[in-house]
């Protein structure tokens, strides 16, 4: 495997359901990121970590639970979903907090998710 | 503010060029970006150019910066149908954080 990965790629899940979306960088980076791409709506940036801790988390409801146990991998715990969080999750890193050259962002094909 | 604007569709003919408009408001902004989405797929970093430039040129592709009138362009030379994608212009907010556009959906007919 190679970039970065996700799974699952498709999720559908009920408002009561706990379930999670995992991403992996077989990169070396050190930042990873989560977000979120709506329907014709710019994408919105969740959470940032960069080795492993969070740096930014942009006011997302609680109800989205980030993880990230090495620099590796990063976690999105889901509890009590609203149809209204549908959309497609995407996953990125990069080598360090930054912005270009090394520290581009690479994304994953992002996990598509409904809830119903 | 942080908003970043382009138009949602663009039709163009295979072989002719696309150009794909996006206006930005962060006049401060180190980086401006475009990335490529195909069905299915992440994003795709496509090319970037710092701010103190107006031209970037790599291969089929050319980005034109207008910082005064916060105005960056994508063109694409002999579109193929490949090219059919979802573009997204983004622009740098901090030193990590980028704001992105809704994108431009390009249809590349034969």
């Known amino acids: 495997e190679t970039g970065v990965t996700q799974t699952p790629r498709h999720l559908v899940m009920g408002m009561t359901n706990k379930k999670s979306l995992k991403c992996e960088q077989h990169l070396g980076h050190n930042a990873m990121y989560w977000y979120k791409q709506s329907a014709k709506k710019p994408l919105e940036l969740m959470f940032v970590?960069?080795?492993?801790?969070?740096?930014e988390n942009n006011s997302v409801p609680s109800r989205f639970s980030p993880e990230c146990p090495n620099s590796s991998h990063l976690f999105l715990h889901l509890h009590t979903l609203q149809p209204e969080d549908s959309a497609l999750y995407l996953c990125?890193?990069?080598?360090?907090?930054?912005?270009?050259?090394?520290?581009?962002?690479?994304f994953g094909p992002g996990t598509r998710l409904t809830v119903l | 503010g942080e908003d970043v604007e382009q138009s949602l569709f663009l039709s163009v003919r295979e072989g002719d060029s696309s150009v794909i408009n996006c206006t930005y408001t962060?006049?401060?902004?180190?980086?401006l970006y475009w990335y490529k989405q195909e069905p299915g797929a992440g994003l795709q970093l496509l090319t970037y150019?710092?701010?103190?430039?107006d031209m970037k040129q790599d291969q089929r592709l050319t980005v034109l910066l207008n910082k005064k009138d916060k105005h960056l362009s994508l063109r694409i030379a002999d579109t193929q149908t490949g090219d059919s994608a979802i573009y997204f212009c983004?622009?740098?907010?901090?030193?990590?954080?980028?704001?992105f556009g809704a994108g431009t959906t390009v249809t590349v007919r034969a």
């Open positions: 990125a890193s990069s080598q360090d907090l930054g912005l270009a050259g090394l520290d581009t962002q690479y």
């Open positions: 970590y960069n080795f492993k801790e969070q740096t």
């Open positions: 962060d006049s401060s902004s180190t980086y």
């Open positions: 150019i710092f701010s103190n430039m």
């Open positions: 983004a622009e740098s907010i901090n030193d990590y954080k980028l704001s």
